[in-house]
Nanobody, 117 residues
Framework: QVQLVESGGGTVQAGGSLRLSCTTS??????????MAWYRQAPGKQRELLAT???????TYTDVVKGRFTISRDDSKNTLYLDMKGMRPEETAVYYC?????????WGQGTQVTVSL
């Protein structure tokens, strides 16, 4: 069974930094793991894509986070990371890790990030 567990959420002041982790039960650099991604969902808003990483290590970012967020991974720990800096109050949301493995999409339970003024 594929499991994704996010951690690292919390409260950070505006302009501050935070690192999120997503530990998986699947090899994240495996051929069957097509890509992994970070999303977030603010209250009353749709879930939005932030960054992706393929099993080959290629990364993409949406414009709103480009230059401030960095997606990375540690294959030995089967862990995906999202390093966030220059946080803004409007980025308060639940942050989710997602993976597509064997043609099926999986989600973690999410971790709350609150950016205070």
């Amino acid at each position: 069974q594929v499991q994704l567990v996010e951690s690292g959420g919390g409260t950070v002041q505006a302009g501050g930094s935070l690192r999120l982790s997503c530990t998986t039960s699947i090899p994240i650099n495996d051929f069957n793991t097509n890509f992994m991604a970070w999303y977030r969902q603010a209250p009353g808003k749709q879930r939005e894509l932030l960054a992706t990483m393929t099993n080959g290590g290629h990364t993409t970012y949406t414009d709103v986070v480009k230059g401030r967020f960095t997606i990375s991974r540690d294959d030995s720990k089967n862990t995906l990371y999202l390093d966030m800096k220059g946080m803004r109050p409007e980025e308060t949301a639940v942050y989710y890790c997602s993976a597509r493995h064997g043609g099926t999409g999986y989600w973690g339970q999410g971790t709350q990030v609150t950016v205070s003024l």
